[in-house]
């Protein structure tokens, strides 16, 4: 019994410590909040992607260039729902990362934009 106990032990050490450090990691961003203002399009309906649903992406101009960033699904993104094939202009505030080769921004608010005038 002795034999097993000591390797019993160490697996059951590797499990908390797998399990301890994916309960601090829950898959929340990680850095400062930015705001960022620009256009909600459609990842599959307005720039061709193949995917099986609708994905918001926010694109921001600045002079010649266009930035996507993949809204990542949260509450925030739900309530504020697919654009579909609508464009809206708005200000997106979260956390940005990247991941898969694209940058995501994980938000915690999103505000229409009225133009002014």
Same mark, same amino acid.
């Given at each position: 019994?002795?034999?097993?106990?000591?390797?019993?032990?160490?697996?059951?050490?590797?499990?908390?410590?797998?399990?301890?450090?994916?309960?601090?990691?829950?898959?929340?961003?990680?850095?400062?909040?930015?705001?960022?203002?620009?256009?909600?399009?459609?990842?599959?309906?307005?720039?061709?992607?193949?995917?099986?649903?609708?994905?918001?992406?926010? *694109? $921001?101009?600045?002079? =010649?260039? !266009?930035?996507?960033?993949?809204?990542? +699904?949260?509450?925030?993104?739900?309530?504020? %729902?697919?654009?579909?094939?609508?464009?809206?202009?708005?200000?997106?505030?979260? *956390? $940005?990362?990247?991941? =898969?080769? !694209?940058?995501?921004?994980?938000?915690? +608010?999103?505000?229409?934009?009225?133009?002014? %005038?």
């Amino acid at each position: 019994m002795k034999k097993f106990a000591v390797p019993m032990l160490a697996v059951a050490i590797a499990v908390v410590g797998l399990v301890s450090f994916a309960v601090a990691d829950c898959g929340e961003p990680h850095g400062d909040e930015v705001t960022l203002e620009g256009q909600v399009i459609c990842a599959k309906c307005s720039l061709g992607e193949e995917r099986e649903e609708c994905q918001n992406v926010l *694109v $921001v101009k600045k002079d =010649d260039d !266009k930035s996507h960033y993949y809204i990542k +699904k949260n509450a925030v993104n739900s309530d504020f %729902g697919d654009v579909c094939m609508k464009k809206v202009d708005v200000k997106v505030t979260g *956390v $940005v990362e990247e991941a =898969d080769e !694209k940058m995501w921004i994980a938000p915690s +608010k999103i505000e229409k934009v009225t133009a002014e %005038g």
